[in-house]
């Protein structure tokens, strides 16, 4: 039986109007929350709330969202139960100081991103009660402003407290979240299936970025693809020089979960298309930090590093 909560969150605030805040604020809409959407990028708001977004592909509905924001600190005029922020993680120390005022008590954030360690940004402000932190598996991209395409969606997602005195309000978040059709679970174990995220993204979103493939393109290219294997490869022993639990077979799960995919192009591809900063500090970046640490070289990590920052100084 499911773990039962007696936080009921009702009033939920997402931090990011691109494809995956649009993402979260569609289902929790649409499962009648009161959801403000937040975007410093003005023109990526309107449209939320009419016609709604509008989410196809993997999921196809629309939901309209109760109100929407381009200012942060305006979110303690009416505090909202939970935050859920979905930004690149190299803007949490900014939004970590705009949500300080507020959080606290019975108010939390979740963050809903990809990258290690993003959670611990947002506790170095807001502390580690405030703060949670998820796990999520789809593909998306932006079609247009509140318009979404998911190219995948596999269910569920998991939701952890970083302060084990929160552990009540996780597990309602989770009951709030998979109420409103968006299943989420809560787990113990959120630092591992981050890290066997991370890993498997730091393989595979660097190489489509510096190459300008898909994922389909790269699986099919024998010599790009030995690269990824190489990139999982260090992954893998910097997780396990660190203690982290990605389970015994994760190598060859890895590599068959990898030539799944299709014509997908990774989000790191998609910034750099657009000219904007990526997430690699807080994947290939974190697993150069990590094998530092531990005694792995990890040359391929570094590597990719390097180059993907090249592109992102080239604009």
């Known amino acids: 039986m499911p773990e039962k909560s007696n936080f009921n969150p009702k009033k939920f605030a997402i931090i990011g109007a691109g494809p995956v805040g649009c993402i979260v604020a569609a289902f929790l809409a649409r499962g009648g929350c009161d959801v403000t959407l937040c975007d410093v990028q ?104 509140a318009r979404v395409r998911l190219a995948f969606h596999h269910r569920p997602h998991y939701l952890q407290e970083l302060d084990p005195q929160s552990r009540d309000a996780a597990v309602g ?20 299936m981050v890290w066997t995220k991370a890993v498997n993204n730091s393989c595979m979103n660097p190489v489509c970025a510096v190459t300008g493939k898909t994922m389909f393109e790269v699986i099919n290219d024998p010599i790009v693809y030995s690269l990824v294997d190489a990139l999982l490869k260090e992954g893998v022993m910097v997780a396990r020089a660190n203690e982290l639990m990605l389970g015994p077979d994760f190598y060859l799960e890895c590599l068959d979960y990898i030539k799944g995919a299709g014509h997908h192009k990774p989000s790191m591809l998609q910034d750099i298309e657009a000219g904007r900063q990526t997430e690699i ?33 080239r604009g």
Not at 101 to 123: H, P
Not at 297 to 303: A, C, E, F, I, N
Request: hydrophobic share 40%.
């Open 281 to 313: 500090d807080y994947l290939n970046g974190k697993i150069v930090e990590y094998g530092e640490r531990a005694g792995v070289m990890t040359p391929h990590h570094r590597t990719l590093r390097t180059l993907v920052k090249a592109l992102e100084t």
């Open 42 to 145: 003005a023109q990526l708001l309107e449209a939320a709330m009419e016609p709604g977004i509008t989410l196809s592909g993997a999921e196809d509905f629309s939901a309209r969202v109760t109100k929407t924001t381009t200012r942060i600190d305006l979110l303690a005029e009416d505090p909202p139960d939970v935050v859920i922020v979905t930004v690149k993680a190299t803007a949490l120390p900014i939004i970590a100081s705009a949500l300080e005022g507020f959080i606290a008590g019975e108010r939390y954030v979740v963050s809903w991103q990809n990258g290690i360690d993003t959670e611990l940004v947002l506790a170095e402000r807001l502390g580690k009660k405030q703060v949670m932190r998820a796990v999520v598996n789809y593909g998306c991209i932006l079609d247009g402003p």
């Open 173 to 192: 978040i989770c009951q709030a979240l998979t109420g409103a059709g968006l299943d989420t679970r809560h787990t113990e174990q959120i630092r591992n």
